[in-house]
C-alpha cells in the first residue's frame, strides 16, 4: 500500500515536501530554502493550527474592545496577574503582535503558495493529458481484456466513451490518455484567494470602522458626534471626521413583557420609535427601531440593543432652591430590571448631595433579600436610596463615571432606628412622593418613571467584501472537495492475433471511488456493441 | 390540537424516540453479537497481497461494510445461516433507526408549534441538544445510504441514546417564547445549517475513532478474529470514509459559521463579527477541519494525523455547544440559550 501511494505521488503534479534540513548554503539560497519552507502545505497546517490556539485566550479573557468594564472588574479581581497578562496583550488578544503574526504569516504563506500554483494550473490547464505510463497493470486501478477488434476501433470507440464522460481526451502512440476535473484545483484557489479577500474585508471595517453606545432617554435626540457617546470604539485608522452627519430623536418605546407562563418577565418585543435625519437640513424621517431591524443610512447602522429606566426626580438643597431636576439613567441588574444608579447634585448648597441606590419597577420586600423588583414592568415603581452630603469630589479634575459615587468626602445620614434598619439611613420614594433630608438639608421628589433606550451606532466599511468573499469561497471550495479529476489510460496492442486492451484510472483527489468508474469504463469500451452514451 | 397539547406531545414523541433509539441500539449490538459467532471474512483478506487488499477495501466501500451484507463466499451452510441473520439484525436496526428519526423529527416539530408564539424549536440548551441529536441521525441515515455506514449503527444510537436521555433529565424547560433577539429567519438558516454540519462532523468524528482505534489494535497485533474491529471496514475505507463525510460538512460549517451566522449578528447586535467566546469557538472549529484537510491531503499526514485532529475538530465543536454556555456564563452574547 505504501509503496502504492508513494508511486502514485510521483504521477500526480509534484508537491513533494521541501527538504527539512537546510543544506549549507549562500544566504540566496538560504533565502529560498526558508521560503519553501514558509510556502510549504505543512507549515500552512502549523500555521493554521497556532491560529486555533492563538484564538482561545480571548474567549477566556475578557477583552477590552467587548466588554471594557469586564476587564476592569477582571483587573480589581487580579491586580497581581493583571500587568503580566496587560504585557501579553492578552486584554485585546486579536489586535495583539503574536496575533497577527501569525495569520500575516498565514497569509504571507497562503500568497506564496498561491502564486506558483496560479503559475502550475494555468500550465496544467493548456496542457495535454500526460501520455500513458508504460506499465498500467501497476496503477492502483487496471483491467484488461482481449477481443477480435482492431486496436483503432477499440481506441476509437473509447475516445467516444471518454468524451462523452466529459474527458479531454488526446491519442498518441496506440493509447488515449483522458483527464478530467480541472475545474477542482480552479475551485482550490477561488477559495484560498477568497480567504485573502474576506481578511483584506474585515481588516479594512476593523481600521476604518467604529462601533459606539449611547444611552437616549426616551424624549431626547442624539446627534452623531463624538461628544455624545457614552462608549466609542474606533478602528486604529479611524478619523471623527469620518461620523456621518446623523441625528435623531427617540419619539416613544414600547416593550411587552410575558405576564405569564414559565418565562414570565421576559421580554417579548421591543422597539422604539425614532425620528432621524441623514443630515442637518435633509427632511426629518420615521423609523420603528427593533431588534433585529436596524437603521441603515449612507453606511452607518443604528441598532436597538437595549433599554431599561430613567426615574426623574426634583431635588432642592437646603435653600429651597431646585438644584437638580429631570431623568437620571439608571442601570438594569437583573431580569426583573432592578436597576442601579446615583444621582449627583453638584450645586446643592450649603453641602453637595449624592444618592445612590435602587429604582424597581415593581416593588418587592423581603427582610432576606431587602427591596427588590417583581416584574420588569412599572405596576408599582418605587425608588429606594441612600443620601449623602458632603463633597461628591468632583473638582479633583478625575474622571468619574456617572454611574458610582466617589465616596471618599461623602457623609450617609445614621439611621433613626439603627437595631431595626441597619446604621445607615434608607429613603423609600414613589411616583409623586418627597421625602425631607435630615437637618434640613434639602428634599428629594420622585416626578416619574421614563424609559431610556441604549443605541449603537456602526459603521464597517468592507462588510461587502467579506460576505461576498466567503460566498465566492465556499462555491470554491465545493468546487474543491466535490469535483473528482481522473486520469484514465487506454492501450490496445495486437499480440498473438488478439487485441489487448489495457485500461488504467487514476484518482487525483483524496477521496474518490475511482474503481466502480473503472469497471463501467472497462464495459463500455469492452462491449462491441455501440454504446449509446 | 392546542398549543399545550402540542408540547405535551412533543415530550410524548421525544420519549417514544429515546425508547426506539434503545431498541435500534439492542438491535445492532444483536446484530454484532450474532457475528462474533461467525468468522470474519476480513481475516481472509487481511493475508492477501496489497493490490489485491486495496481493491476489496475499495470495493467493500461501495457493496457494504467488510463481511457484514457481503458474505464472501462462506464455506459452509452454517456460516451462511450466520451471515443471514446477522444481516437481518442489521437491517432491523437500521429500521428502527429510521422510525425513531421520524418520532424524533416529530418531537422537534410539535415542539416548536407548541410554543406561543409557534417558533422554530431551537431556543435553549434543551431544544439546541434535541435539534443537534436529530442532526446527528438524519446525517447518519443519509450518510448510511451513500457511504454504507452500517456498522457505526451500534455507536451512533448508543450515543443518541445517552445524549437524548441527558437532555431530557437534565436540560428539559418547558415550552416558551424566543426573547426577541432571536426573532430572525436568520437564525432559522444558521441554526439549520450548524445542526446538519454538526450530523456530518459527528459521523466523521465517530469514524474517525474507528480508524484509530483499529490502527492501534493493528499495530499492535491485538485485533480479535472475529471482533467488531475486524469487522470493520478496512483502514483505508474508514480514512476515507472519514474524509468524505468531513468533506461534506465543511463547507456546510463554513456557511452556517461564516456567513449566516455573521448575518444574523449583524441585524441582532450591530456588528457582524464580535470576537464573542460563541464566535471565536466556531471559528476555531473551522480553522481545525480546514487544518484536517490539509492534513488529508499531505502525503504522509494522511490516515493517524488527520483522524486525530478530526477528532481535536468534534472536541472544540462539543465544547463551542456545552461548555460556552456553562463555563462562559454571561460572557457570551450567544449565552441566553443557556437559561
Ligand atoms: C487561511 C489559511 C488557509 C485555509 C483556511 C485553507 C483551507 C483549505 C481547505 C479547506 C482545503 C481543502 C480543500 C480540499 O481538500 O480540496 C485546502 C486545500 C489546500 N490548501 Fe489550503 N488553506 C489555507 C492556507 C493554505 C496555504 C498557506 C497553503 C500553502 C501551502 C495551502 C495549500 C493548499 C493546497 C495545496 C490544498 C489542496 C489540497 C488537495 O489537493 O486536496 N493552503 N485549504
Known amino acids: 500500500m505504501t509503496a502504492q501511494t508513494t508511486g502514485l505521488e510521483k504521477l500526480d503534479e509534484p508537491r513533494d515536501p521541501p527538504p527539512s534540513t537546510p543544506p549549507a548554503l549562500s544566504p540566496v539560497e538560504l533565502a529560498r530554502w526558508a521560503w519553501r519552507q514558509l510556502t510549504s502545505m505543512r507549515t500552512a497546517l502549523v500555521l493554521l493550527f497556532l491560529l486555533a490556539l492563538a484564538a482561545v485566550p480571548g474567549s477566556v479573557v475578557p477583552q477590552r474592545n467587548i466588554d471594557a468594564v469586564k476587564v476592569s472588574q477582571w483587573q480589581e479581581q487580579h491586580p497581581q496577574l493583571t500587568p503580566i497578562y496587560d504585557k501579553l496583550g492578552l486584554f485585546d488578544v486579536y489586535g495583539s503582535v503574536w496575533f497577527s503574526a501569525v495569520y500575516i504569516l498565514l497569509m504571507v504563506s497562503l500568497v506564496g503558495c498561491f502564486v506558483p500554483r496560479l503559475r502550475i494550473y494555468w500550465r496544467a490547464m493548456r496542457a495535454e493529458p500526460p501520455r500513458a505510463p508504460r506499465h498500467l497493470g501497476r496503477l492502483p486501478e487496471a483491467r484488461t481484456f482481449d477481443t477480435d477488434e482492431k486496436p483503432e476501433v477499440v481506441l476509437a470507440r473509447a475516445r467516444k466513451v471518454l468524451r462523452s464522460r466529459r474527458f479531454r481526451v488526446v491519442e498518441r502512440d496506440g493509447a488515449v490518455s483522458a483527464e478530467r476535473g480541472y475545474l477542482r484545483e480552479a475551485g482550490n484557489l477561488l477559495f484560498h484567494l477568497s480567504v485573502l479577500v474576506v481578511l483584506v474585508g474585515f481588516a479594512f471595517g476593523q481600521l476604518f470602522g467604529y462601533k459606539g453606545g449611547v444611552i437616549t432617554v426616551v424624549g431626547q435626540g442624539f446627534s452623531n458626534s463624538l461628544s455624545q457617546y457614552d462608549d466609542f470604539d474606533p478602528g486604529s485608522l479611524f478619523s471623527p471626521d469620518d461620523l456621518d452627519p446623523l441625528s435623531f430623536d427617540v419619539d416613544d418605546f414600547h416593550v411587552k413583557f410575558l405576564t405569564s407562563g414559565p418565562e414570565m418577565g421576559q421580554p417579548e418585543s421591543f422597539d422604539a420609535d425614532v425620528t432621524y435625519r441623514s443630515t442637518p437640513d435633509a427632511a426629518p424621517r420615521k423609523y420603528d427601531l427593533a431588534v433585529n431591524h436596524p437603521l441603515q443610512v449612507d453606511g452607518t447602522s443604528v441598532f436597538l440593543v437595549g433599554h431599561g429606566y430613567a426615574p426623574s426626580v426634583t431635588v432642592r438643597d437646603g435653600n429651597g432652591d431646585i438644584a437638580y431636576q429631570g431623568p437620571v439613567v439608571f442601570l438594569p441588574q437583573d431580569s426583573s430590571f432592578s436597576s442601579f444608579g446615583v444621582i449627583k447634585v453638584p450645586g446643592a448648597k450649603p453641602a453637595q448631595l449624592g444618592f445612590e441606590g435602587l429604582f424597581l419597577p415593581t416593588y418587592g420586600f423581603t427582610m432576606k433579600q431587602g427591596p427588590f423588583s417583581q416584574f420588569p414592568d412599572p405596576l408599582d415603581p418605587a425608588l429606594s436610596l441612600v443620601p449623602y452630603h458632603g463633597d461628591l469630589g468632583l473638582d479633583t479634575g478625575a474622571a468619574q463615571s456617572i454611574y458610582s459615587l466617589d ?79 481522473r486520469r484514465v489510460w487506454v492501450r490496445a496492442v495486437r499480440r498473438d492475433g488478439r487485441t489487448v486492451v489495457e485500461l488504467a484510472g487514476l484518482d487525483r483527489s483524496s477521496g474518490g471511488d475511482l474503481a466502480d468508474e473503472v469497471d463501467d469504463l472497462h464495459d463500455r469500451i469492452a462491449t462491441t456493441k455501440e454504446s449509446k452514451a | 390540537m392546542t398549543t399545550a397539547d402540542f408540547a405535551a406531545f412533543s415530550n410524548h414523541a421525544v420519549m417514544f424516540a429515546s425508547i426506539v433509539y434503545v431498541l435500534a441500539f439492542l438491535s445492532f449490538v444483536m446484530e454484532w453479537a450474532v457475528a462474533r459467532k461467525t468468522p470474519a471474512t476480513v481475516s481472509v483478506t487481511a493475508t492477501a497481497p496489497a493490490a489485491e487488499r486495496e481493491l476489496v477495501a475499495a470495493t467493500a466501500e461501495l457493496s457494504g461494510g467488510e463481511g457484514v451484507s457481503t458474505p464472501a463466499a462462506p464455506d459452509n451452510s452454517a456460516d451462511q445461516d450466520h451471515e443471514l441473520r446477522v444481516e437481518k439484525w442489521g437491517r432491523i436496526g437500521v429500521a428502527l433507526m429510521v422510525l425513531a428519526c421520524g418520532l424524533h423529527f416529530l418531537g422537534l416539530v ?55 436521555m441527558l437532555d431530557v433529565l437534565v436540560l428539559y ?84 459559521a461564516l456567513v449566516a451566522g455573521p448575518i444574523w449578528a449583524e441585524y441582532a447586535w450591530g456588528s457582524y463579527w464580535n470576537w464573542d467566546p460563541k464566535e471565536v469557538w466556531a471559528f476555531i472549529t473551522w480553522v481545525i477541519y480546514a487544518a484536517y484537510l490539509h492534513a488529508r491531503a499531505t502525503a504522509g499526514w494522511k490516515g493517524r494525523l488527520a483522524a486525530t485532529i478530526a477528532l481535536i475538530g468534534f472536541a472544540s465543536l462539543l465544547f463551542n455547544f456545552v461548555g460556552i454556555n456553562y463555563f462562559f456564563g454571561g460572557g457570551s452574547m450567544h449565552s441566553y440559550a443557556g437559561n
Do not use: C
Open chain 2, 173 to 256: 424547560v418547558p415550552a416558551g417564547p424566543l426573547v426577541p433577539a432571536l426573532h430572525s429567519y436568520w437564525l432559522v438558516i444558521h441554526v439549520a445549517a450548524a445542526v446538519v454540519a454538526s450530523g456530518a462532523f459527528a459521523v466523521g468524528a465517530l469514524a474517525s475513532l474507528l480508524y484509530l482505534v483499529k490502527n492501534r489494535a493493528t499495530e499492535r497485533g491485538t485485533l480479535r478474529e472475529n471482533g467488531y474491529l475486524s469487522r470493520l471496514p478496512e483502514l483505508t475505507v474508514l480514512d476515507r470514509v472519514a474524509y468524505r463525510v468531513h468533506a461534506f460538512g465543511f463547507p456546510i460549517w463554513t456557511f452556517a
Open chain 1, 407 to 485: 465616596k471618599d468626602k461623602l457623609t450617609p445620614y445614621a439611621s433613626k432606628d439603627p437595631k431595626r434598619l441597619g446604621p445607615v439611613a434608607r429613603i423609600k420614594l414613589t411616583p409623586g412622593q418627597t421625602v425631607q433630608l435630615p437637618n434640613g438639608d434639602g428634599s428629594i421628589r420622585f416626578d416619574g418613571v421614563r424609559r431610556w433606550v441604549k443605541l449603537q451606532v456602526s459603521h464597517q466599511p468592507g462588510k461587502g467584501w467579506a460576505l461576498g468573499g466567503v460566498v465566492i469561497g465556499i462555491l470554491g471550495l465545493m468546487g474543491s472537495l466535490f469535483i473528482r479529476p
Open chain 2, 110 to 164: 410539535t415542539r416548536g408549534l407548541g410554543a406561543d408564539p409557534v417558533r422554530v424549536p431551537w431556543g435553549n440548551m434543551y431544544e439546541f441538544t434535541l435539534a443537534g441529536t436529530f442532526g446527528v441521525s438524519v446525517m447518519f441515515l443519509l450518510l448510511m445510504r451513500r457511504y454504507e455506514l452500517r456498522w457505526m449503527g451500534v455507536l451512533v444510537s448508543g450515543f443518541l441514546v445517552v445524549v437524548l
